[in-house]
T-cell receptor, first 114, second 112 residues
Framework: GAGVSQSPSNKVTEKGKDVELRCDPISGHTALYWYRQSLGQGLEFLIYFQGNSAPDKSGLPSDRFSAERTGGSVSTLTIQRTQQEDSAVYLC????????????FGSGTRLTVV | AQSVTQLGSHVSVSEGALVLLRCNYSSSVPPYLFWYVQYPNQGLQLLLKYTTGATLVKGINGFEAEFKKSETSFHLTKPSAHMSDAAEYFCALPSGFQKLVFGTGTRLLVSP
């Protein structure tokens, strides 16, 4: 596609529920990243995918967070048993080959846990 | 690991005034540095990129940034602010394995 597409754009969920956030990267971009942006905070790295290699999960804050990338394209970030501190904007970005090319970001999913 | 510091969470300027947003990196000279801009309810958009060898980098919307090794800085400037420049600006550089680390951002406020 022309840009990085994220859905939904907004999600309100009850504490304890599971949520899935979707990212559709730019066609041909092999690298895909998830970041979290909390109010007043910078961007916090969550996970990195490169092609069909094993992902770098070093930024995932707890085992309630997981992500997958199917067919080297679409990615889903899943948060189980959501907590109020999970409320944030979740940003997906893709890059042609690697970080040296810079990222192209999606518009994000604003998650609110009530 | 490299880190990046943006001094000033908020910067206020008048329309037509010089914009200066500060970014400092922590240690060794990075091979590349980025500035991104984020408008409300949008993702981040690439403004400009520094690569080794350059000193003054020109970006979109009239912005430019000067890399100063002696000051470990990569400050973003624009000679004359427009109302449309009001946004949040992030500096980023490579850190760790294959990821970028971002500063905490500087919100630019432009008054008429």
């Amino acid at each position: 596609g022309a840009g990085v597409s994220q859905s939904p754009s907004n999600k309100v969920t009850e504490k304890g529920k599971d949520v899935e956030l979707r990212c559709d990267p730019i066609s041909g971009h092999t690298a895909l990243y998830w970041y979290r942006q909390s109010l007043g905070q910078g961007l916090e790295f969550l996970i990195y995918f490169q092609g069909n290699s094993a992902p770098d999960k070093s930024g995932l804050p707890s085992d309630r967070f997981s992500a997958e990338r199917t067919g080297g394209s679409v990615s889903t970030l899943t948060i189980q048993r959501t907590q109020q501190e999970d409320s944030a904007v979740y940003l997906c970005a893709s890059s042609f080959r690697d970080r040296s090319y810079g990222y192209t970001f999606g518009s994000g999913t604003r998650l609110t846990v009530v | 690991a490299q880190s990046v510091t943006q001094l000033g969470s908020h910067v206020s300027v008048s329309e037509g005034a010089l914009v200066l947003l500060r970014c400092n990196y922590s240690s060794s000279v990075p091979p590349y540095l980025f500035w991104y801009v984020q408008y409300p309810n949008q993702g981040l958009q690439l403004l400009l990129k520094y690569t080794t060898g350059a000193t003054l980098v020109k970006g979109i919307n009239g912005f430019e940034a000067e890399f100063k090794k002696s000051e470990t800085s990569f400050h973003l400037t624009k000679p004359s602010a427009h109302m449309s420049d009001a946004a949040e600006y992030f500096c980023a550089l490579p850190s760790g394995f294959q990821k970028l680390v971002f500063g905490t951002g500087t919100r630019l406020l432009v008054s008429p």
